[in-house]
T-cell receptor
């Protein structure tokens, strides 16, 4: 069954701690994205990757880091430098990079991160 | 500056009502996307359209490129349609999307 798997569903972070959110896909998509969703705001792009071993900062990359060592995986680390990490995090993929937005994005079910 | 504006923010309807959600955007686009976010948070893509109208079951999406406006209609609404509906457009480079803040729809039996 093709899709995107995000884990964990819920995550709690202590002060000064780094946490990593997992995103795995079996859609064979090249492009992967991480978004943050806050109440009353639209999805905001944190990082994106168009190909293995390459990734670019989005609009709100500060305090976050990513890696893309495999096509299937795009983990997001929320570092202690991110002072307001409480949010809903969504991973997405699309089949064609830079296709002028003519490809639909597929989303995971999200990870809800909270501060202890 | 918001590249995508949606209205209304919240909408409550009786079962069976015809529903319209509006989306206006400011960037030139190749395609506009309508998404549905369920209460649990997962998002599914409903429509991708670049002109005219598309229909899927009770859902209809229209777009007017000249006026930079799109609408999502739900006919004979049902409580299972309760969700947040999000409009999204690609950036000029196509490497990211701009998202509206969403319209939260509640359909009451």
């Amino acid at each position: 069954d093709g899709g995107i798997t995000q884990s964990p569903k819920y995550l709690f972070r202590k002060e000064g701690q780094n946490v990593t959110l997992s995103c795995e896909q079996n859609l064979n998509h090249d492009a992967m994205y991480w978004y943050r969703q806050d109440p009353g705001q639209g999805l905001r792009l944190i990082y994106y990757s168009q190909i293995v071993n390459d990734f670019q900062k989005g609009d709100i990359a500060e305090g976050y880091s990513v890696s893309r060592e495999k096509k299937e995986s795009f983990p997001l680390t929320v570092t202690s430098a991110q002072k307001n990490p409480t949010a809903f995090y969504l991973c997405a993929t699309s089949g064609v990079w830079g296709g002028r937005g003519n490809q639909p994005q597929h989303f995971g079910d999200g990870t809800r991160l909270s501060i202890l | 500056k918001n590249e995508v504006e949606q209205s209304p923010q919240n909408l409550t309807a009786q079962e069976g009502e015809f529903i319209t959600i509006n989306c206006s955007y400011s960037v030139g686009i190749s395609a506009l996307h309508w998404l549905q976010q369920h209460p649990g948070g997962g998002i599914v893509s409903l429509f991708m359209l670049s002109s005219g109208k598309k229909k899927h079951g009770r859902l209809i999406a229209t777009i007017n490129i000249q006026e930079k406006h799109s609408s999502l209609h739900i006919t004979a609404s049902h409580p299972r349609d309760s969700a947040v509906y999000i409009c999204a457009v690609p950036s000029n480079t196509g490497n990211q999307f701009y998202f509206g803040t969403g319209t939260s729809l509640t359909v009451i039996p």
